[in-house]
């Protein structure tokens, strides 16, 4: 059990949708992360959100857009996506960004891409 | 961009060994930690080291951050079937405006225990 939630767990979509994906942390924390995990490469770190402000954008696709209305939800919308960005996408929270306050991840969503 | 050599990349041991694996980069970190991937899970969190030299247990785990900044390595000691999974060496360095940067991770060992 993790304080970091993520929906859905699992999430196939076709080209042209749109869709959302969801993190909620139950932990106090003030920092959220989006990464990216595909298989054999490390984590991709996708945005980073401090206070509800967006602090890093790591050249990603504008078809990934993120949301965080509160410190304690994230939200990844998804639009138009290519096959290649099937992957796991996890969440994490830490108390303080840029600091060295370890990260804490949710189980992600595993997307495919049809 | 920066880049954490892990390795090895999988292990098949015999239950009850004892496992080692490390994390070296070519530059300084002065944050080392270690989670651990169960399959259809996020990684969790086993143990975090923020001093060189630093040697850190939790249970049957042991990691060290190395004494010279650019490693660290996870041990576990007899290992059972529920240490399967993959394990992830992730560091921090300080930039240059002196605060933390972001995580990098390693690319991951894969452990299987053989009962």
């Known amino acids: 059990e993790t304080g970091v939630t993520q929906t859905p767990r699992h999430l196939v979509m076709g080209m042209t949708n749109k869709k959302s994906l969801k993190c909620e942390q139950h932990?106090?924390?003030?920092?959220m992360y989006w990464y990216k995990q595909s298989a054999k490469k490390p984590l991709e770190l996708m945005f980073v959100?401090?206070?509800?402000?967006?602090?890093e954008n790591n050249s990603v696709p504008s078809r990934f857009s993120p949301e965080c209305p509160n410190s304690s939800h994230l939200f990844l919308h998804l639009h138009t996506l290519q096959p290649e960005d099937s992957a796991l996408y996890l969440c994490?929270?830490?108390?303080?960004?840029?600091?060295?306050?370890?990260?804490?991840f949710g189980d992600g969503t595993r997307l495919s891409i049809l | 961009g920066q880049q954490l050599n892990q390795s090895p990349q999988s292990m098949f041991i015999q239950e009850g060994e004892d496992v080692s694996m490390n994390c070296t980069s070519s530059?300084?970190?002065?944050?080392w930690l270690w989670y651990k991937q169960d399959p259809g899970e996020g990684p969790v969190l086993l143990i975090a080291?923020?001093?060189?030299?630093e040697l850190t247990s939790n249970g049957r785990l042991t990691a060290q951050f190395g004494i010279t900044r650019k490693d660290s390595f996870l041990n576990i000691s007899a290992s059972i079937p529920s240490d399967v999974g993959i394990y992830f060496c992730?560091?921090?360095?300080?930039?240059?405006?002196?605060?933390?940067?972001?995580?990098?991770f390693g690319k991951g060992t894969k452990l299987s225990v053989k009962p």
């Open positions: 994490a929270s830490s108390q303080g960004y840029r600091h060295n306050q370890p990260q804490h």
């Open positions: 932990l106090g924390h003030n920092a």
């Open positions: 959100y401090s206070l509800e402000e967006r602090v």
């Open positions: 530059s300084i970190f002065n944050t």
């Open positions: 080291l923020y001093k060189a030299g």
């Open positions: 992730a560091g921090q360095q300080v930039d240059y405006g002196g605060s933390q940067g972001n995580l990098i």
